[in-house]
T-cell receptor, first 118, second 113 residues
């Protein structure tokens, strides 16, 4: 069965600090996809990144970076030089490929609330 | 611009009443999903659909039903609302081909008294 664990439930940092959000997943499939979503205080869910199981290259997008390690079943998210606008709940999610050829259902972690203080 | 909308955004109802939450997307996505978000649980899948006339149960489907009569809409019905169904409900949709990110609606906050 699929499972996503975000062990940290809440983190508080001071602006400009770097912060890493951990995500550990479980799946029996060899083909799967990992996602990160952001939920700011306004409540909407914002897609950040998708990574498939065959691509272990790390990715950097501005102050955001992601470290995917299949050996430890982890897909961690780092925010460099955090800003107040980064304050949000962050969700890691997993989707297994297959089914009817479309997007499979997502299994979400419980989320991690990040507060960035000025 | 294409979008996904939910209505109502807030609803208060009483135990035992039937409630329907609407979800409408204009992307022409075949895949649509309903989730509920509760503190300490993250988002959990209620029902999903891969196309017209297709519906499937998710992790927490008891007490909920959906129907898909067209591509754009996937209404979620609570047959007899219970206080345990007080939650924030999110609808999402995604492209059919490949595994793609899901686009989420703004959410509906439902309170069952």
């Amino acid at each position: 069965a699929q499972k996503v664990t975000q062990a940290q439930t809440e983190i508080s940092v001071v602006e400009k600090e770097d912060v890493t959000l951990d995500c550990v997943y479980e799946t029996r499939d060899t083909t799967y996809y990992l996602f990160w979503y952001k939920q700011p205080p306004s409540g909407e869910l914002v897609f950040l990144i998708r990574r498939n199981s065959f691509d272990e290259q790390n990715e950097i997008s501005g102050r955001y970076s992601w470290n995917f390690q299949k050996s430890t079943s982890s897909f961690n998210f780092t925010i460099t030089a955090s800003q107040v606008v980064d304050s949000a709940v962050y969700f890691c999610a997993l989707s297994e490929a297959g089914g009817q050829g479309g997007s499979e259902k997502l299994v979400f972690g419980k989320g991690m609330k990040l507060t960035v203080n000025p | 611009d294409a979008e996904i909308t939910q209505s109502p955004r807030h609803k208060i109802t009483e135990t035992g009443r039937q409630v329907t939450l609407a979800c409408h997307q204009t992307w022409n996505h075949n895949n649509m999903f309903w989730y509920r978000q509760d503190l300490g649980h993250g988002l959990r899948l209620i029902h999903y659909s891969y196309g017209v006339q297709d519906t499937n149960k998710g992790e927490v489907s008891d007490g909920y039903s959906v129907s898909r009569s067209n591509t754009e809409d996937l209404p979620l019905t609570l047959e007899s609302a219970a206080s345990s169904q007080t939650s924030v409900y999110f609808c999402a949709s995604s492209f059919t081909r490949g595994i793609n990110e899901q686009f989420f609606g703004p959410g509906t906050r439902l309170t069952v008294l």
